[in-house]
């Protein structure tokens, strides 16, 4: 077996690799529902009746893609510059933990100005806690991935200990829970049925700006001059180490809002289980959206469709709901195959 | 009689056609040499023989027996072997451990040591290779590693010995060892295939020599018919002519060194208190073999790394802070050693490497942040056109662009602001005559505009012809400048071997 790359990639090839590489998902993941003893047909069927089939189902899965585009902005942005954050799942309990801080009474403001507070202090959470992963990896080469990672428990016990401790809300009948955002600071819905909320107009808007920095400003040049040839960028003048700082405290910000929208957007207020591995599946979501922040909006889409409809058909017939953690990692691999397809081509003999 | 036989050898990638019905045949005793440019094909075929590549068309034949086509194992069974330019060696790894690596059995329980240890000792003394068996490959110089990966191939049975740009990291002397060992491997019966670019080695080793251009055999001759001139209108195509030097009275000091020691992690300093001087209309060649601190001086004047002690002065005032953007800021235009590596970002556009020094200026962004696209595409389409880029426009990828043109658009990036001190680093490794004569024009022209020019290179016949003065670094320390004239090739490759023409004796070093 060999490995060539093709000449030229056509536009017509790029495009449908990636649909093509879903289905493959598709028809991988049916083993394992023929395993369940499902049939596979009418289990996608409900997957997707599950996902988009009504105005509820389609409100629920745009709401479970909010958290997500942030998270997979934040992969993104920093995979870009090879920075390896694996801990926006962190960083986004860092922007729950300021929404909690400031949001449930210890900030006032009108409603225009609270949000917007509540959204810059999460940012900003998310992004300081990265402070301590970047600099040790800028000035004592420690590797990113096991500290973003590992501060991933940290701030989740930190979380659980200030939820069960001094922040527990004794009204809550005795949950584990923090007090609830005050009225000004919580994101208004955008439609009077559901659970839809205006983080989507910040997630949207956030991707829109990353992609307008990445593409017209000096920074993003920055950054994709660093991940792509450090040395190159070096050698050119870009100031590798203040590039990466700065990438890592736009990409925790980002994280940092996930955990702001869902606080004060979809749940109201602190929970150890707002983030179902919202962090984690970013990662997938900037994968399969290859880092690109506009695709980050439909893979977000895609991979909340999944879980919501892989909800649903859990419930209507016996298949346990990791199938759609399954269909996931399958995807993601389909894509990443299907990408390095369309660049190499193999040649048998 | 032949041991090897290449027949009919066609390979294409996409369009291009690498390797096109190539035939060559290598007897035993004989040393070919394989002469082409850059991108000729000489590689491809290397590799289509040592079984990374399968040829579409074709097929290779060692002893008359065919070889399976794309197995490298078949290859090394029948007894092909390469040594790479670049040593594939383990530092870590003492040098019988090196050349034992991937001879023994996955499954077996012990290493048979001494029956290694045996076999190579009796290799080293047949052919004349003394090494140390257990010292470790790190500690060994690039001459010994040379050795090391010689006897690597032997210690594998090799009748048939590749060896690709092998005098490339050597001195003048080293390659007379090198070429003394290849006479006794042919004495003994092996097949020899030199690949160089370097004619005169190959007029002094070779019995025949098969010229390549673009893919295509355009002539094997015995080396006693040939001469330089022949050989290089056959690699090139057409009659070779390089720029000259013509007489120009230097100007004013426009770089300065004096005491400059630059400390690096090694135990001794990579550049070890150099003076030099370079004058306006004046270009300073450094002589050297690779790894002797010409990187250190180079990452110095480029602005990546800060002097230890002494002082670095441009136009009379000291640097202090040295950085990339102030060398740039101060007129140093700036060709590094490796254009891939770090002159250019190849998946960048052609138009995005071509800014990447002046991200900040107000020419390029509005309040060192918005970039200024449409003003910075004109101003890429004007020097593609001025520094004849040849390339799909600004948008293209430059990773894309050839050697050459990549390294015209790295000659645009740094000259085209007409600095007045410019290092080049290596400025014609690996491009054609066409290049070549065209980077050094460019050079030429910019040394008559009045820059100072101080010029690294590995090649001497290059330094001799384009410099007026030269200096030869060893060990992190430079000799005091001379005119070329006035030093044959041989004291200057005792120079590189680190001879000091004043005392006649062999430099002191701590190593």
Known sequence: MQIEPRANVSVLRAGLAPIIAVLAALVLCSVLIVWAGAPVLESYFLLFKGALGSRFALTETITRSIPLMFTGLAAAIAFRAKFYNIGAEGQLYCGALAATYFGTGLVVLPALLMVPFLMIVGALAGGLILIIPVLLKTHMKVDEVVTTLLLNFIILLLVSFLIEGPWKDPMAMGWPQAASIIDEGVLPLLMSKGRLHAGLLFALAAAFLVWVMMRFTVWGYEIKAVGLNAKAAEFAGIRINSTIIRTAMISGGLAGLAGVSEVAGLK????????????????????????HPLAVIPAALFLSAVYVGADAMSRA???????ADVLVGVSVLCVLISVMLTKFKIRWR | MSILEIKNITKSFGSLVANDNISLSLDAGEILALLGENGAGKTTLMNILFGHYTADKGSISIDGELLPPGSTEAAIKAGVGMVHQHFTLADNLSVLDNIILGTENLFAWRQDLSGARAKLEKMAEEFGLAVKPDILVGELSVGERQRVEILKVLYRDARVLILDEPTAVLTPQETEGLFATLKKLTDKGLGVIFISHKLNEILAISNRVAVLRRGAITGIVKTVDADRAMLAEMMVGHKVTRPRLEAAAAGAVVLQLSGVSVSGNTPTPLLNNIDLEVCAHEIVGVAGVAGNGQSALASLLSGLTRPASGTVELHGEALGEVTPNLMVSLGVGRIPEDRHASGVVGEMAVWENLISETLKSSEISHGRFWIKKPDALKRTEQLIEQ???????????????????????????ALSSDPSFILANQPVRGLDEGAIAYVQTQLLAARQRGAGILLISEDLDELMSLCDKLVVMYHGELSAPFVPKQKTVQEIGLMMAGHRPETGQEAAYAN
């Open chain 1, 268 to 291: 109201g207020y602190l929970t150890l289980d707002i983030s179902p591995g919202f962090g984690y599946t970013g990662i997938a979501v900037a994968m399969l959206a290859q880092l």
């Open chain 1, 317 to 323: 017939v016996a298949i346990p709901t990791y199938i």
């Open chain 2, 387 to 413: 520094y004849d880029v040849r390339c799909e426009g600004p948008l293209q990828q430059t990773k894309l662009l050839s050697g050459g043109n990549m390294q015209k658009l790295i000659l645009a990036r």
